[in-house]
Structures are given as C-alpha cells and as structure tokens.
C-alpha cells in the first residue's frame, strides 16, 4: 500500500503546480519533496512526475493520479478538523464594520472568556442579511429597530460629537464652537449627513458641509481625525480608546442625539439557543 504522506505530497504537488509550495504547505524541503515522489514511485511502479531542470511537473500517469484522488486530503483534513472542534458550538454573527472593528472585536475577550467552548463566525455587511435564509445565528443592525420578523433589542441610541486631534486646537479656544468653522471637516461616504446635521443642531455654518476630505469608511476617518487631517462627527463610543490615550480630544460641545441605534437581532423562528442567548445578555451588559 502507498505510503499516505507520500501521497499527500504528490496531491500538493497536483495542486499547486510548484515544488517549493507543495513542500512548504506538507513542511519539508524540496529535497525531502522530491524524495517522496520517487518513494511514491517506486511503490506503484510508475513514473508520476518529469525531471527536466524545470522543477517537478506532472506526466501522463501523474494527471490519471492526480484526478483519482480529487479532494480526498482536503476531506480528510475537514474531518479531522471537525472532530477536533467536537464539544464547541459556532455562533454565527453579522455585523457592520464600525461596530465590529471599533467596538464589539475589542470587547470580544471578555465574551469569549466568559463562554469557552463557543467558536465565534464574525461577518461584516453592508447589507441587512436575511436571518430565516441565510446561515447567521443573531446580527447587530444599526436603525429604528422596526424590522418586521425579528426580534429587536437595543444596544444604544446613536449620538454625534465633535472629536479631532489636540493640536488643532493649540491656540484657540476650547469652549467656544464657532473655531470649527477654521478647521477642516472629515466625512465618511457612508455618513455624508453627520455634519450637516450636527452643525444644524450646534446653530453653526461650514464651508466644507458638501466638500471636504472624504474617506470610505468611518474607521478610516478615525485614523485620518488621529493623523491631523481634520474634524469628525461620531459616537464617542467609538474613539472611546483614542480619548483615553489622548490621540483625540471631544471639546464640550453640542451633543446630538439621533433617532437611530445599534439593535441586537434574531429570528424568531429559530429555536433560541445557549450561545445566542448568552451573547444578547452579555452584548445588553457591555452596552
């Protein structure tokens, strides 16, 4: 019978095309590689690779091989890896990109310490996933909270601040938000209407409302604020760290308080399971 390292060897060598990957993905030399080849050969009395100067490649019988064997490794490696996770439980999460990278990943510890045998699947959307469709256990969708066929639990209302960084305001004066109006405001795409209704709601006018630097992303806008690039409207929830270290400051200014929030939602028509159960309480708790 044929040695299944050997084997195994051969089926990267198969995929992969290049002795140096196949070697590095099995954890051996090329040497080590090529020494398996010719061990593989010599048990099935074939020639399965060609030896021309230019690395290994595949001859006729080794593309007959390679066919045979399809993905067995690959499943092989699935059902050990299953039966490793044996005793875990998946809980399947999607989100949206500021809350995850802003404020739930930096939290997570705490949950996961909390409940050791729950693996967690973190997606992040743009889009509203379909809970009775699609295969995530609970989401965190930011709105009103009126979804029809969910169940709805809010995190927090959202609010808007000013935030940037210390040295923008070097030399003016800290209590009085009309020194806005010199500085340069931040938007992200997906939020073009914070300032605008900040400034409304503060009484003040700016000539970058519909201009300004314009980054994709409110983490990006983040970075940008840190960097001295500019202003940012944002939920002081999320620079929680950035004014702890100092790299931002919230000057105390109008505090905006929006109409929509960050829900915890799921399906009802889902048997409410450990894991979820555990991850609504302790997201309520953190919130």
């Not at 399965?48 to 230019?54: A, S």
């Not at 295969?135 to 609010?159: F, M």
């Amino acid at each position: 019978m044929a040695s299944l390292r050997a084997l195994n060897a051969f089926a990267l060598l198969a995929r992969h095309g290049r002795a140096a990957l196949a070697a590095e993905k099995l954890g051996v030399s090329p040497s080590a590689l090529s020494h398996l080849m010719r061990k593989l050969e010599s048990e099935l009395g074939a020639t399965l690779v060609n030896r021309d100067g230019r690395g290994l490649t595949l001859t006729e019988e080794g593309q007959r091989l390679a066919l045979s064997l399809g993905d067995a490794f690959d499943r092989i490696d699935e059902a050990v890896d299953s039966f490793k996770r044996r005793g875990r439980t998946e809980l399947r999460i999607s989100t949206v990109s500021t809350f995850a990278t802003r404020w739930l990943i930096p939290r997570l510890p705490q949950f996961q310490s909390n409940q050791p045998d729950v693996e967690l699947l973190l997606s992040t959307s743009t889009r509203m996933v379909d809970l009775d469709r699609e295969n995530y256990d609970c989401a965190i969708r930011l709105g009103t909270g009126n979804w029809p066929s969910v169940e709805s639990h809010l995190l927090w209302k959202e609010h808007l601040v000013v935030a940037m960084a210390p040295g923008l305001l070097a030399g003016k004066d800290p209590k009085d938000p009309s020194v806005l109006t010199g500085l340069p405001l931040l938007h992200s795409a997906s939020r073009r209407n914070d300032w605008s209704q900040w400034l409304n709601a503060a009484g003040l006018d700016h000539p970058d409302t519909k201009s300004g630097t314009l980054l994709q992303s409110r983490d990006l806008a983040i970075q940008a604020a840190i960097a001295g690039m500019g202003a940012i409207a944002i939920d002081r929830r999320f620079v929680s760290q950035e004014l702890d270290a100092g790299h931002l400051i919230c000057p105390d200014w109008t505090v905006l308080e929006l109409e929509t929030g960050y829900w915890f939602v799921r399906s009802p028509a889902r048997t409410l399971s450990r894991p979820v159960s555990a991850f609504r309480d302790w997201l309520q708790d953190a919130a």
